[in-house]
């Protein structure tokens, strides 16, 4: 088929940031989505619509299981951004078969069919979930892997089979581990999305387990430059994240506050699967790729929201922490 970059997952939320901004800068893409119901596939055609008319988009409809489909549309393609999986901690709880196929077995099909086709460079969407349980923080690119669900371990497998086509077949790789992704066309299973609806219409917000779980948050235009520097870097292995964390909690009280809601919030009993902390060192990020975060939680909390609503419910001063 040709086309210079491939987006794995192009439909869901990040890989739709990442079509738009490759489409936009005059690349050939070529988006390979199976348009899973995880959630709402609706929300994914939507977020594809718009460049349905580009003549440099082509979408193709299919699973990343299918080895001769992804064979056919990763031949020849300069670089691959492999977005696909299924996604949530929790789905993977209860479905650990699927997690693995998709996202470990998913991948190695990637891989191969990248090495068939003379691909020049993969870049990976891995995730803050690979480290699991935590010996220190922030987490650095080298704090020990001890993933505490399913999705995780799916993650980290994935990603070592990166390491190894590179070391074993020259495969240029880059693996970058997102910290909890928010902003427009955010997935609708993620705790900022679901909290922001429910404050918006008063609803009771629920947390499970006390709150005190604390997240670092990645603003979706962040982890998109990231992806731009990735295509060009010498490859490696990558914390994107903000380099601050919050609690859940503290979250929920913020976007109570930001959106002067009457929400309450309720805590119900721990679910498995969720990591403690995590917390990005992107140290790595800075000297390897020249990236840093640029958008603090409060401006991407107030990005979102406008995003959502058309309103502008301003910034919460840095002050006004909790
Ligand atoms: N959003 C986050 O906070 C976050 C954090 C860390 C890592 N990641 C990783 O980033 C990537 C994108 O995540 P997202 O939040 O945009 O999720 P998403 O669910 O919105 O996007 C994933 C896309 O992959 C597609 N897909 C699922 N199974 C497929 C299959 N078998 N074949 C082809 N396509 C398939 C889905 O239809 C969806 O469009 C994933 O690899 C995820 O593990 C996300």
Known sequence: MGNSIVITGGAGFIGSHLVERFVDDGH????????????????????????????????????VRDRSLVKRALEGAECVFHLAAQAGVRASVIDPLKAHEVNTLGTLNILQAALDGGVRKVVYASSSSVYGKVEYLPFDESHPRAPVSPYGLSKLMAEEYCRLFHEIYGLEMVSLRY????????????????????????????????????????????VVRANVLAMKCNGGVYNIGSGERISIKCLAERIIRQTNSRSRIV????????????????????????????????????????????????????????
């Open 28 to 63: 050939d893409v070529l988006c390979l989505d199976s348009f899973d119901d995880y959630y709402d596939p609706g929300i994914k055609r939507s977020n594809v619509a718009r460049f349905m008319e580009r003549r440099n988009f082509t979408l193709l409809e299919g699973d």
């Open 179 to 222: 910290f909890t992704v928010y902003g427009p066309r955010m997935r609708p299973d993620l705790a900022i999305s679901i909290f922001a609806k429910r404050a918006l219409q008063n609803l009771p917000i629920e947390i499970f387990g006390t709150g005190e779980r604390t997240r670092d948050f990645t603003y979706i235009d962040d």
């Open 267 to 322: 805590f119900r009993e721990d679910a498995p699967g969720d990591a403690q902390h995590t917390w990005a060192n992107t140290d790595r990020a800075g000297e390897g790729l020249g990236w840093r975060s640029e958008v603090d939680i409060n401006t991407g909390l107030q990005r979102y929201l406008k995003w959502l609503t058309g309103c502008d419910f301003g910034r919460l001063d840095d002050r006004a922490d909790d």
